[in-house]
């Protein structure tokens, strides 16, 4: 439950600027082993976290080799991905609760820059329906679902870290 009503709260304060600047630092502690405490608000009060999360494939190590060269994602504004707030340490649990159409073995974690992140919650059926999906739900043949999604575009995210959820261990 404290899951669902803190998830709530950051949908209802995502910011959708283009532009914004921390404000304050540190400034919750959220006692959740699956969600980063760090949260920052920007210029316009509007609070998220300093970390996100991203699921692949192992397939896609060899496509990630260029990630851990240069330790940066630059999504341009015609594109986007997914990313979520939860920090998942199995590939299983990542799959089932993302609803995701691959094995999720990898993780990739995320520095947000915070002066040009843009994300939103996606829209149902991986951005063709009508409606919005903040919990990953409509995709029950890849999981039970339940896990917080939203997308992000026209950003340079800082990679922290590539790690294997199946061989346990930094990459």
Request: net charge positive.
């Amino acid at each position: 439950m404290k899951k669902l009503l803190f998830l709530l709260l950051f949908i209802s304060q995502l910011s959708f600027a283009k532009s914004s600047a921390p404000v304050c630092g540190k400034i919750f502690e959220f006692n959740n082993p699956n969600l980063e405490s760090t949260i920052f608000v920007d210029s316009q009060g509007q609070a998220f976290p300093s970390v996100a999360y991203r699921y692949y494939s192992y397939k896609e190590l060899k496509a990630l080799e260029n990630l851990l060269n240069s330790k940066h994602l630059i999504i341009d504004e015609k594109n986007w991905i997914y990313i979520t707030f939860e920090k998942y340490d199995s590939a299983y649990e990542a799959k089932n609760y993302l609803q995701v159409p691959h094995d999720a073995s990898i993780r990739v974690t995320f520095s947000l820059s915070v002066d040009t992140t843009v994300i939103k919650v996606p829209k149902g059926k991986y951005g063709k329906g009508h409606w919005l999906e903040p919990f990953a739900k409509d995709h029950p043949e890849f999981g039970k679902g339940g896990g917080s999604q939203y997308i992000i575009s026209h950003s340079k995210l800082t990679i922290l870290e590539i790690y294997d959820l199946k061989d346990k261990k930094v990459l």
